[in-house]
Structure formats: structure tokens, C-alpha cells
């Protein structure tokens, strides 16, 4: 009897699962083995919110292995020792799994090379669409800019999509049982349910109604018309070239515009593979001094800024675990650029709240705002009420999450503190923690501001 085993990590599904494909159509029984990894909390990265999000990905997992006739063989501890204990014990020839492009993940593949030898077989396109090393230009081991990074991209094909297994065949295997969602304290209120069931649920909604109006609505704070399809991607509920493929046969404006944000994610990880260092260190250091206030800090991570759509992303992060995209950027904005605060933290209080909270996503785009990454203008500045706006001319999406400003008119929304003094202090809402155009770091306030 041949066995292989198939080592979940960052691709916790059934369907386009190279690492599973692999496994069932080579051996007779295949041990589907996810390891709640020491290393990961060890990092950091298990913060309550992506543990929650796990635990449903996991349970949905083991239920779609028990409707083919196997289940999902779990065990803690150290990933290289756990893993060298199933091969011994259930004899298995080949052990397969997914690469990362974060230092972690380059770290656990050469623990398990060195434990398996040619033993381990590693799947490329599984976590992105391409590959972090599929495309780089002469010279270079990776794009530093987008859109050269884009073309390649666009004329690379994407590998074809795998199917789901009809039937898992499970050898005799210990496993420890599953750690369920309900023992996970300290989760955001309004945290969304995982799973790959609900991702594909969630995918064909998107792709019935709402990719079509992607072009001209994801901007729409109040409209909420991003797909909300992150925290699978990061999880590995769905996989990313699968989405690449179901948005170009849908054939529309829209559709290749959420092509090219699936894109930008793979730019990321193709930086972050060529630079592990970006995790934690600037791309490109423009010689910044950063300030350190922790009054503006703790006004910012409780959406207490005065600034409305600022306050509004920080507490829609904080109810969700999620934040829309433009949020993100205005909140990330406002702590580099108006508070001239280090972008580092920013980062870290992102992932220690966001359900789709990946290293090479979150770090490479705050690094984008600070103006230490690759965007080609470091001193572009996104002034909050003139996005406000734009972005949500009526308040709605402003008094959605910071109620206080419910009964606030339209005129002063995004600039409350331009009513009589009375009215603000009636409604509970903080003054400016900073007036804007302060020159506060090495960018002028009201240059280059968008």
C-alpha cells in the first residue's frame, strides 16, 4: 500500500488543491494532515480573529474529507516533528505542500527538506495565482513596480484549475480532535464565518452580482462593493487562480478590474519572496525620523481621531476584523502621513485584528502609503476629508460606524468640528487630535495630497 501525506497550511480546500491532487492520484491512501504549528503562534501570528476564521476552515475541511470518505488528521506541536512522526507511522513515501513566500514559511520548507530529503515535494501556484518566481524581469529577481510586473502577469498563463477529489482514502492514523470556534475568546463582534463552503457560496454571489459593478463601485464606502473574498484567500479557502479564471470568463470591466487586484497580491508575494527583510524593514529608506505620540496612537487604533472616515475604517476593523480596502489606505495614511507616525505600527495593529491578515498583503501595502515601499510617489497623501467627500458624499458609511455623527448634516460630516461647539460636545465626538497641514514629518501638509 503507497502512502502520501498532504500537509494543509495555507490552503485549507478541496477544490484546485494541487498539494491534494497530488497526493490522491499517486498513492492509494493519503493522510491529510494539518499540524496547529508552535511556530505560528511563536511569530505572533495567531490572533483571535484569524484563530476563529481557522477553526472554520478546518471544521469545514474535515467535513468535506469525511463526505469522500476520509478526515482531516490533526496533531500540535512542532510542524517537522509532527510530520516525521506520520511518515514513520503510517510508512508514507511522499509528503506534500505548499510554498510561501514569508520567511516562515521559507524556514519551514528547508526544516522539512532537511528531515525528508526528496521526500518532500513543494507545490508552486497554490497559495497565488503565479508563482512569487514565475515572472522577473532581466537582471532582477523581482518587479519593484507593478505595472511591468502586470504585463508579465497578464500574458503569463495561469496554471489549469484541479479538481476536487471524489473519493480520500485514510489510513490508520491518530488524530487529535479539532479545536472548535466557540473556545476562541477575544474575537471581533461581527466576525464573518469561513469555511470553503461559505467562500464558494460567498465567490458565486460575487460572481452572479456583484464582479459586473467591481470597475465603478469598489471605491463605494457606503456601497460595500468589494467581493469580501480576502479572508478565504488568505486562509486558502479558494484559491487565487481559480479566481482568476471564473473572473476572465466572466469577460467584463469589472471583472478585469478585480483581475488586476488578485495581481497586486501576487506582486506582494513575489517582493516579499525576493525580500523577506520588507517585512519588517523599509523597501526603500527615505531617511525617515518617525514620531512617537501615544495619545495621536491610541486615538487612532480607537477611532477617536476626530477625523470621521479615519474613525469610521478604525472601528469597522475593530467590529469586523475587517476593514474596506480604501479604508484601509486613508487609515494607514493618516497615521504615516498626518501623524508621521511609524508604519510598523500601523502593521501590527492591523494583524493583530484582520481575519485576512497576511504578511506580504498587510506589511507591502502599508509600506505603499508610508511611502517607504514601491509606490513610485512616496509623498502622496490622502487627506481624509476631501476622500470623505468623494468617497462618501452622503455620511453614510461615516455614520454607519461612528453613530455619535448620526444626526450631523451632510455639510459638516466630515468636518464636524466646524459645528458651534455646543452641538459637537452634545454629540460625544472628539476634537482633531491634529489640525491637518501641520508639518508634522519630511512632507509638507497640503502638497501632493489626493
Same mark, same amino acid.
Given at each position: 500500500?503507497?502512502?502520501?501525506?498532504?500537509?494543509?497550511?495555507?490552503?485549507?480546500?478541496?477544490?484546485?488543491?494541487?498539494?491534494?491532487?497530488?497526493?490522491?492520484?499517486?498513492?492509494?491512501?493519503?493522510?491529510?494532515?494539518?499540524?496547529?504549528?508552535?511556530?505560528?503562534?511563536?511569530?505572533?501570528?495567531?490572533?483571535?480573529?484569524?484563530?476563529?476564521?481557522?477553526?472554520?476552515?478546518?471544521?469545514?475541511?474535515? !467535513?468535506? &474529507? @469525511?463526505?469522500?470518505? *476520509? #478526515?482531516?488528521? =490533526?496533531?500540535?506541536?512542532? %510542524? +517537522?516533528?509532527?510530520?516525521?512522526?506520520?511518515?514513520?507511522?503510517?510508512?508514507?513515501?511522499?509528503?506534500?505542500?505548499?510554498?510561501?513566500?514569508?520567511?516562515?514559511?521559507?524556514?519551514?520548507? !528547508?526544516? &522539512? @527538506?532537511?528531515?525528508? *530529503? #526528496?521526500?518532500? =515535494?513543494?507545490?508552486?501556484? %497554490? +497559495?497565488?495565482?503565479?508563482?512569487?518566481?514565475?515572472?522577473?524581469?532581466?537582471?532582477?529577481?523581482?518587479?519593484?513596480?507593478?505595472?511591468?510586473?502586470?504585463?508579465?502577469?497578464?500574458?503569463?498563463?495561469?496554471?489549469?484549475?484541479?479538481?476536487?477529489?471524489?473519493? =480520500?482514502?485514510?489510513?490508520?492514523?491518530?488524530?487529535?480532535?479539532?479545536?472548535?470556534?466557540?473556545?476562541?475568546?477575544?474575537?471581533?463582534?461581527?466576525?464573518?464565518?469561513?469555511?470553503?463552503?461559505?467562500?464558494?457560496?460567498?465567490?458565486?454571489?460575487?460572481?452572479?452580482?456583484?464582479?459586473?459593478?467591481?470597475?465603478?463601485?469598489?471605491?463605494?464606502?457606503?456601497?460595500?462593493?468589494?467581493?469580501?473574498?480576502?479572508?478565504?484567500?488568505?486562509?486558502?479557502?479558494?484559491?487565487?487562480?481559480?479566481?482568476?479564471?471564473?473572473?476572465?470568463?466572466?469577460?467584463?470591466?469589472?471583472?478585469?478590474?478585480?483581475?488586476?487586484?488578485?495581481?497586486?497580491?501576487?506582486?506582494?508575494?513575489?517582493?516579499?519572496?525576493?525580500?523577506?527583510?520588507?517585512?519588517?524593514?523599509?523597501?526603500?529608506?527615505?531617511?525617515?525620523?518617525?514620531?512617537?505620540?501615544?495619545?495621536?496612537?491610541?486615538?487612532?487604533?480607537?477611532?477617536?481621531?476626530?477625523?470621521?472616515?479615519?474613525?469610521?475604517?478604525?472601528?469597522?476593523?475593530?467590529?469586523?476584523?475587517?476593514?474596506?480596502?480604501?479604508?484601509?489606505?486613508?487609515?494607514?495614511?493618516?497615521?504615516?502621513?498626518?501623524?508621521?507616525?511609524?508604519?510598523?505600527?500601523?502593521?501590527?495593529?492591523?494583524?493583530?485584528?484582520?481575519?485576512?491578515?497576511?504578511?506580504?498583503?498587510?506589511?507591502?501595502?502599508?509600506?505603499?502609503?508610508?511611502?517607504?515601499?514601491?509606490?513610485?510617489?512616496?509623498?502622496?497623501?490622502?487627506?481624509?476629508?476631501?476622500?470623505?467627500?468623494?468617497?462618501?458624499?452622503?455620511?453614510?458609511?461615516?455614520?454607519?460606524?461612528?453613530?455619535?455623527?448620526?444626526?450631523?448634516?451632510?455639510?459638516?460630516?466630515?468636518?464636524?468640528?466646524?459645528?458651534?461647539?455646543?452641538?459637537?460636545?452634545?454629540?460625544?465626538?472628539?476634537?482633531?487630535?491634529?489640525?491637518?497641514?501641520?508639518?508634522?514629518?519630511?512632507?509638507?501638509?497640503?502638497?501632493?495630497?489626493?
Amino acid at each position: 500500500m503507497t502512502v502520501s501525506v498532504a500537509l494543509f497550511t495555507a490552503d485549507l480546500r478541496l477544490h484546485d488543491n494541487p498539494v491534494l491532487h497530488a497526493a490522491v492520484r499517486e498513492a492509494e491512501r493519503v493522510v491529510p494532515l494539518f499540524v496547529y504549528d508552535d511556530g505560528v503562534r511563536a511569530a505572533g501570528f495567531d490572533a483571535p480573529n484569524r484563530r476563529a476564521f481557522l477553526a472554520d476552515c478546518l471544521a469545514d475541511l474535515d !467535513a468535506g &474529507l @469525511r463526505a469522500r470518505g *476520509g #478526515r482531516l488528521v =490533526v496533531r500540535s506541536g512542532d %510542524v +517537522v516533528e509532527r510530520v516525521r512522526a506520520v511518515v514513520a507511522e503510517t510508512g508514507a513515501d511522499r509528503v506534500h505542500v505548499a510554498g510561501g513566500p514569508s520567511r516562515y514559511a521559507v524556514r519551514r520548507e !528547508a526544516a &522539512l @527538506r532537511e528531515a525528508l *530529503g #526528496r521526500a518532500l =515535494v513543494v507545490h508552486d501556484a %497554490v +497559495v497565488t495565482a503565479l508563482a512569487p518566481g514565475a515572472v522577473t524581469p532581466a537582471g532582477s529577481d523581482h518587479y519593484a513596480v507593478f505595472t511591468p510586473y502586470f504585463r508579465r502577469w497578464s500574458a503569463t498563463g495561469v496554471r489549469e484549475v484541479v479538481p476536487a477529489p471524489r473519493q =480520500v482514502r485514510v489510513p490508520e492514523a491518530d488524530s487529535e480532535p479539532l479545536r472548535p470556534r466557540a473556545e476562541v475568546t477575544g474575537t471581533s463582534p461581527g466576525l464573518a464565518e469561513g469555511g470553503e463552503t461559505v467562500g464558494r457560496k460567498r465567490l458565486r454571489a460575487w460572481l452572479k452580482d456583484g464582479i459586473a459593478g467591481y470597475e465603478s463601485g469598489h471605491d463605494d464606502l457606503a456601497g460595500d462593493a468589494t467581493s469580501r473574498l480576502s479572508p478565504f484567500l488568505h486562509f486558502g479557502a479558494l484559491s487565487a487562480a481559480e479566481l482568476v479564471h471564473l473572473a476572465r470568463r466572466e469577460g467584463s470591466p469589472g471583472a478585469d478590474a478585480f483581475v488586476r487586484q488578485l495581481a497586486w497580491r501576487d506582486f506582494h508575494h513575489q517582493v516579499l519572496a525576493a525580500r523577506p527583510d520588507a517585512a519588517s524593514a523599509d523597501y526603500r529608506d527615505r531617511g525617515d525620523r518617525w514620531r512617537h505620540d501615544e495619545r495621536e496612537l491610541a486615538a487612532w487604533r480607537a477611532g477617536r481621531t476626530g477625523y470621521p472616515l479615519v474613525d469610521a475604517a478604525m472601528r469597522q476593523l475593530a467590529h469586523e476584523g475587517w476593514m474596506h480596502n480604501r479604508g484601509r489606505m486613508l487609515a494607514a495614511s493618516f497615521l504615516t502621513k498626518t501623524l508621521y507616525a511609524d508604519w510598523r505600527l500601523g502593521a501590527r495593529h492591523f494583524l493583530d485584528l484582520l481575519v485576512d491578515g497576511d504578511i506580504a498583503n498587510n506589511q507591502l501595502n502599508w509600506q505603499w502609503v508610508a511611502g517607504t515601499g514601491n509606490d513610485t510617489r512616496p509623498n502622496r497623501i490622502l487627506n481624509p476629508v476631501t476622500q470623505g467627500k468623494r468617497l462618501d458624499p452622503h455620511g453614510t458609511y461615516v455614520r454607519r460606524w461612528v453613530p455619535e455623527l448620526a444626526e450631523v448634516p451632510n455639510r459638516s460630516i466630515h468636518e464636524p468640528w466646524k459645528l458651534p461647539a455646543a452641538e459637537l460636545a452634545a454629540t460625544g465626538y472628539p476634537q482633531p487630535v491634529v489640525e491637518l497641514g501641520e508639518g508634522r514629518g519630511r512632507f509638507e501638509r497640503g502638497r501632493g495630497t489626493a
